[in-house]
């Protein structure tokens, strides 16, 4: 079976400090993997993804997450968040061959002034 | 930038009553989704659509729900009898290709059944 886990539901940080939120998938089959973000009242937007390669992704706004097979995490960083990144971040797993994604159950990045 | 567009945005309706939930895909776009959020759980997979078929399916996807692309733009869902724990956020999604590209969510329909 699959899960995908997000183990902080809410992450508060200051305004140009660095950020981490963490994603651990399991999974019995190679996957897929996402970074989703939700800002209020919005639908969920992709912001990275690692299909293969390059362990290291870059996303959209400045956000990147490297994939570490070993640990099967899938981490998203930024190293100086702005007020505007203030949103749900939702991970998530799609598998090779099955045409769905697996959700985390979503981080909430609060950035503080 | 092309968007997902989903109608209503929210939609209150009594036990027991048909509800259908609009959709607009991408209009290149191939592969269609609809998921659901109850609130304060996870993002859920009810089914794909592909080729006028559903292609998959989850275990919420009972006989009470149903998906239908009836013009080639539309892709509704139809829930026939609602009760009160389908009320959740409604995301609907497209993709050109399958999983591998990402889909495009829409900004969801939030369905409240009372």
């Known amino acids: 079976a699959q899960s995908v886990t997000q183990l902080d539901s809410q992450v508060p940080v200051f305004e140009e400090a660095p950020v981490e939120l963490r994603c651990n998938y399991s999974?019995?089959?190679?996957?897929?993997l996402f970074w989703y973000v939700q800002y209020p009242n919005q639908g969920l937007q992709l912001l990275l993804k690692?299909?293969?390669?390059?362990?290291l992704v870059k996303g959209i706004n400045g956000f990147e997450a490297e994939f570490n097979k070993s640990q099967t995490s899938f981490h998203l960083r930024k190293p100086s968040v702005h007020i505007s990144d203030t949103a749900e971040y939702f991970c998530a797993v799609g598998l090779y061959n099955f045409n769905k994604f697996y959700f985390g159950s979503g981080t909430k990045l609060n950035v503080k002034p | 930038e092309p968007e997902v567009t989903q109608t209503p945005s929210h939609q209150v309706t009594q036990m027991g009553q048909e509800v259908i939930l609009r959709c607009v895909p991408i209009s290149n776009h191939l592969y269609f989704y609809w998921y659901r959020q109850i609130l304060g759980q996870k993002v859920e997979f009810l089914v794909s659509f592909y080729n006028n078929e559903i292609s998959e399916k989850s275990e919420i996807f009972d006989d009470q729900f149903s998906v239908e692309r009836p013009d080639g733009s539309n892709f509704t869902l139809k829930i026939r009898s609602t009760k009160l724990e389908d009320s959740a956020m409604y995301f609907c999604?497209?993709?050109?290709?399958?999983?591998?590209?990402?889909?495009?969510f829409g900004s969801g329909t939030r369905l409240t059944v009372v």
């Open positions: 999974s019995s089959v190679s996957v897929y």
């Open positions: 999604a497209s993709s050109e290709q399958e999983i591998g590209y990402g889909y495009t």
């Open positions: 690692y299909l293969s390669g390059s362990t």
